[in-house]
């Protein structure tokens, strides 16, 4: 069975910190990657999407990374801002299966 | 409205009694998933839709009926609903397995 772990569970930063949280699955044959936020009390935004012949996405100050040989992926934030707290999930999916989510990181950047 | 709607968005219910939770997607994907979010478990898959009148199990469907008889639409009932199924239910939706999910804004359930 497929298990996603994500370091660090929770993390605060003071503003305009770059930083990067990190994605690990059991189960190394991923085939899309997903990066969603979801602020408290609301649903998952989606961010980037990482598909099979992808290795990174970007988004403005968002760039996901997929090491496909370690089933490890990161996400990279930029010049932190406030407006970037909440918390974000990783899921990831072997070909022909669903999304497996991760526990999220709980992301708190100071002004 | 455009997107991913969910109803109710807050409901409580007492043991026992059934609820239906809605879903209606605007973009005719063809596939449609009802997940719950509990603390300490994360996000867990509770049935899945690949098109209409097509629906298989998740990870946790016991307690809980889907049926999809329009593209758009995907409700989720509790037949008897039970303490255990206090939860954040969302609702997703994308054109194929396995690419970009886009999720609803939630229905918190409340069983006492």
């Known amino acids: 069975k497929q298990e996603v772990t994500q370091i660090p569970a929770a993390l605060s930063v003071p503003e305009g910190e770059n930083l990067v949280l990190n994605c690990s699955f059991t189960?190394?044959?991923?085939?899309?990657l997903q990066w969603f936020r979801q602020d408290p009390g609301k649903g998952l935004t989606s961010l980037l999407l990482?598909?099979?012949?992808?290795r990174e996405q970007t988004s403005g100050r968002l760039n996901a990374s997929l090491d496909k040989s370690s089933g490890r992926s990161t996400l990279y934030i930029a010049a932190s801002q406030p407006g970037d707290s909440a918390t974000y999930l990783c899921?990831?999916?072997?070909?022909?299966?669903?999304?497996?989510f991760g526990p999220g990181t709980r992301l708190s950047v100071l002004p | 409205d455009a997107g991913i709607t969910q109803s109710p968005r807050y409901k409580i219910t007492e043991t026992g009694r059934q609820v239906t939770l809605m879903c209606h997607q605007t973009?005719?994907?063809?596939?449609m998933f009802w997940y719950r979010q509990d603390l300490g478990h994360g996000l867990r898959l509770i049935y899945y839709?690949?098109?209409?009148?097509?629906?298989d199990k998740g990870e946790v469907p016991d307690g809980y009926v889907v049926s999809r008889s329009k593209t758009e639409n995907f409700p989720l009932t509790l037949e008897s609903a039970t303490r255990s199924q206090t939860s954040v239910y969302f609702c997703?939706?994308?054109?194929?397995?396995?690419?970009?999910?886009?999720f609803g804004p939630g229905t918190r359930l409340t069983v006492l």
């Open positions: 839709s690949a098109a209409a009148d097509i629906t």
């Open positions: 189960d190394s044959a991923i085939y899309n």
């Open positions: 973009w005719s994907h063809s596939y």
């Open positions: 899921a990831g999916t072997s070909y022909g299966q669903n999304f497996v």
């Open positions: 990482i598909q099979s012949s992808q």
């Open positions: 997703a939706s994308t054109w194929d397995r396995g690419k970009e999910q886009f």
